[in-house]
Structure formats: C-alpha cells, structure tokens
C-alpha cells in the first residue's frame, strides 16, 4: 500500500471516531469502555495479522530458496547430460 492510501485510511478511521463520539448514545465512561474495547480488538487483529504475514514471509523465502537449488541442480544436470 502506497503511504498516502494508508495517511487517508488513517484520517477517515479518526474523523470516523471523532463522529462516532460527537453522536455517541453512551455516556462518557461508557463511551470510554467501548472505544478501549474496540481499540484492545483492533490490536489484537493487527497482532494476528502481523503474525500471519510474517508466517507467509517465512514461507515464501523458503520456497524462493528450494526453487533456487531446483534450478541450479537441473541446469547442472542438463550441462552433464548435454556434454
């Protein structure tokens, strides 16, 4: 993602929440409790998310690296078999 999408994702989720406060059906420490609550499972989403990037990372550098030696091995066999 280019940094001005994530600046205008980032903008819109704050005017979003300053809205969502401004006609806020709850009172104030209510409203407080919600917004901690949504703020602690965001975080927990992002953590998930996180991990599961860094997992498919992992995995593609692994696969990046056994189609290296796959193509070394069989350009080295093809030169054997040709010469």
Known sequence: MERTTIYGFLIGMGMGAAT???FAPY?????RA???EGVAYAKDC???AS???VSA???????KQGVAEAIKR??????????
């Open 20 to 22: 969502a406060l401004l």
């Open 27 to 31: 009172s104030g420490r209510r409203a």
């Open 34 to 36: 919600w917004i901690s």
């Open 46 to 48: 992002g953590e998930t």
């Open 51 to 53: 991990k599961a990037v």
């Open 57 to 63: 990372i992992d995995g593609i550098v692994k696969h």
């Open 74 to 83: 069989g350009t080295h066999a093809y030169k054997q078999a040709i010469s």
